[in-house]
């Protein structure tokens, strides 16, 4: 082992070396966190002993990721690396306002978490606020050992020099190693997999995220699992999203009675609704089911010419159809977190669930006591950090993803919808047989390119040109026929997911609810009551029904608008279950509102992206970059501004739409646990 360490080239051992330096930098702080800093309840070892784990990989990939350029000039330079001056230069001056800077946050983040009890973050730059830095320095001044911490940092900087003119002397002058061209490209080849390994620091299709390091709610164990330099960082990419106090203050009130508020405060700003319990509805377990990509216009229930999705149409038929059902924007990742936070995602530098500020809200699913929680999907959670929003939110929820299921992957989405749900249904029946009942969260995803399908169980087929009627197919929306077949196979398995539910027999003791995510990129159609391709809202216009044969009426249609923000309101109160309501979403079935019931949506047209709140008659909606509003007649001409013939509903409206905005902007970074 020593000859061939001693084999390797100075300057690929040299850079070995520095990368262990910097990794242990890294290693000695956190294990001063841990030490000094760590705060939590958790006893269990095994969870501690994971944060640790999660927290090494951060490390790593930070240390590869600032060692990268030093390994770039190794491998131009190679032996010369030694001997040219400028180059020595180069060499000590990155390195040291690499260990100074390193030094600095991470001394900064321990005083940071010691003071707020969180890591670091860009809201740390408050502190250098114009008209603020004065007393922010009076204050640091009078609270910290200043003197003496410049004078240890002083110290260790001096000491880490040392180290480095020391090292730097010993691999100059040890003998030169000259490879042929055809061991250099392997060893540059290999150096470069290996670093590109350590920065992906993960076994599963997606790359190591923060949100890994969010799988228990608490604070301290995620800490712990963070880098904070990678966290800042992360945070720094998602600094264009923010809120307005004083415009969440002026819109509240309006906001807080349409929601029904218990205590409106426009001061403390609270949103909380305290709901009641009812003991004597039955537990019964609830399938929450995401369809992928399934808008209203592209079903059979909503009148496409083609009449893909005949199991939809049967279970709308036999339980409750939500005729107009809405999503606040269109994007997976946004549908995932408004569902389940109950708050539209409105960011507009990159989705809620990326951003680390907003992973902590009080939600409903979490107070359904009693209940084994779950959340499944055939592929990955880190995708957009969906981990987090789950595991960081609902105590006690078990995840079953991509490494759980027995079957292989079929494409980048992970297990088919097929396996996925012959899968799931023998834990819900687990459950079910030891009657535990069970709130799950059930993600599908063939309906999206690559648009997979299978063979189910042997009797689905995708149908071909040939095989249609392209006529109806040029009317019915559908930009090709793969697109047609895998909705056609989603349908399939929503119908296989209901024979599964009869044969494992917890069909008449389960609520299931569909509700497609959004609307998939279709032609133009006009087929449906409004012209929402023009209007742009059928982007979120989707399917939604609920089919419980033992506890559902059939043939129920409500075309009160609703949004996937209610779904988890909604389904509490059909269990009887009782909770508190911080959230923008509220009981579909509830017909209290006074001037009746809006659902807020998001939408672009011609290029410019508006917010708005749509009822049964109107659609008010404001232009996000301009302000501009316009007030549009659904049973008149729903394409014309008739702001100015309506003033008091205009008015009544715009005061709602900015209003639940802004409440939103504001609970997405202030509804905490």
């Given amino acids: 082992m020593q000859n061939f360490w001693k084999n390797i080239p100075r300057y690929i051992r040299y850079v070995f070396v520095q990368t262990l330096y910097l990794f242990l930098l890294m ?9 000094f800093f760590f705060k939590t309840t958790i006893t269990d070892a095994a969870v501690i002993s994971k944060a640790w784990y999660l927290g090494l990989k951060f490390d790593m990939r930070l240390t590869l990721i600032l060692m990268a350029p030093l390994l770039i000039v190794t491998l131009i330079f190679r032996n010369s690396y030694f001997t040219r001056k400028p180059i020595r230069k180069f060499n000590f001056a990155y390195l040291f306002i690499l260990y100074l800077g390193l030094t600095l ?3 900064l983040d321990l005083g940071h978490y010691d003071y707020l009890g969180i890591r670091l973050d860009p809201s740390v730059l408050r502190f250098l606020a114009k008209g603020e830095r004065a007393d922010n320095a009076r204050m640091v001044w009078q609270s910290y050992p200043v003197v003496r911490g410049v004078l240890a940092i002083a110290l260790f900087m001096f000491f880490l020099l040392v180290i480095q003119k020391r090292t730097w002397k010993h691999f100059a002058a040890q003998p030169e190693i000259y490879l042929r061209k055809g061991a250099f490209i392997g060893w540059t080849s290999a150096l470069i997999l290996l670093t590109a390994a350590g920065i992906y620091a993960n076994f599963a299709y997606f790359p190591l995220r923060w949100s890994q390091a969010m799988f228990t709610r608490d604070n301290g164990v995620t800490s712990l699992g963070l880098n904070p330099i990678l966290y800042f960082v992360s945070n720094l990419n998602v600094k264009g999203d923010s809120f307005d106090l004083e415009l969440t203050r002026k819109y509240y009130l309006p906001t807080a009675q349409y929601l029904g508020v218990d205590q409106p405060n426009p001061q403390t700003l609270t949103y909380k609704r305290q709901i009641p319990g009812d003991s004597s509805k039955p537990r019964l377990n609830i399938v929450l089911v995401m369809l992928e990509s399934t808008g209203a216009a592209p079903t059979s229930i909503y009148g496409n010419p083609m009449q893909p999705t005949p199991n939809m149409l049967r279970l709308a038929n036999g339980g409750i159809l939500f005729k107009n059902f809405y999503v606040p924007a269109v994007s997976t990742a946004r549908t995932v977190f408004g569902v389940t936070t109950g708050l539209p995602d409105v960011t507009r530098v990159r989705t809620a669930s990326r951003h680390p500020q907003m992973l902590d809200q009080r939600v409903v699913m979490d107070q359904f006591t009693g209940y084994d929680k779950y959340y499944m999907l055939g592929g990955n959670t880190n995708w957009a950090n969906i981990r987090a929003v789950f595991t960081n939110n609902v105590e006690g929820l078990k ?3 991509e490494g759980d299921w027995k079957s292989p992957k079929a494409d980048v989405w992970g297990v088919s919808d097929f396996d996925l749900i012959t899968e799931a249904s023998a834990i819900f029946k687990e459950n079910n047989d030891k009657k535990k009942p069970f709130i799950a969260f059930l993600q599908l995803a063939d309906n999206h390119p690559p648009y ?3 063979k189910g169980n042997g009797d689905f087929k995708a149908l071909r040109e040939k095989d249609l009627d392209m006529e109806k197919f040029k009317k019915s929306g559908f930009v090709s026929v793969d697109q047609f077949n895998a909705l056609r196979y989603e349908d399939y398995n929503v119908g296989h997911l209901i024979d599964m539910a009869k044969k494992d027999g917890y069909l008449d003791n389960t609520i299931f609810v569909f509700f497609g995510d959004h609307n998939c990129i279709l032609n133009p159609y006009s087929f449906m009551p409004l012209p929402e391709y023009e209007m742009a809202t059928g982007s979120v216009h989707v399917t939604a029904f609920m089919y419980s044969p033992k506890h559902i009426t059939p043939g129920q249609v409500i075309t009160t ?6 779904i988890y309101p909604t389904v509490a109160g059909m269990v009887g279950m009782p909770y508190n309501n911080y959230t923008m979403g509220m009981n579909l079935f509830d017909s209290t509102r006074a ?3 809006y659902v807020f949506i998001s939408y672009v047209r011609n ?5 708005a709140m749509i009822g049964d008659q109107y659609l008010y909606e404001v232009n996000d970059k301009t302000g501009e509003p316009a007030l549009y007649d659904l049973k008149g001409n ?4 008739v702001a100015a013939q309506l003033p008091d509903t205009a008015k009544y409206l715009d005061n709602l739409t900015r209003g639940y905005y802004e409440s939103t902007r504001y609970l997405l970074f202030n509804n905490k646990k």
């Fill in 27 to 35: 290693v000695m702080f956190r294990l001063i966190f841990y030490l």
């Fill in 105 to 107: 946050l991470y001394i």
């Fill in 399 to 401: 995840i079953f993803e």
């Fill in 452 to 454: 997979t399908t299978t």
């Fill in 561 to 566: 608008p609703g949004s996937l923000l209610d």
């Fill in 595 to 597: 001037n009746g019931k």
């Fill in 607 to 611: 290029q410019q992206g508006y917010y």
């Fill in 638 to 641: 729903p394409q014309k501004n």
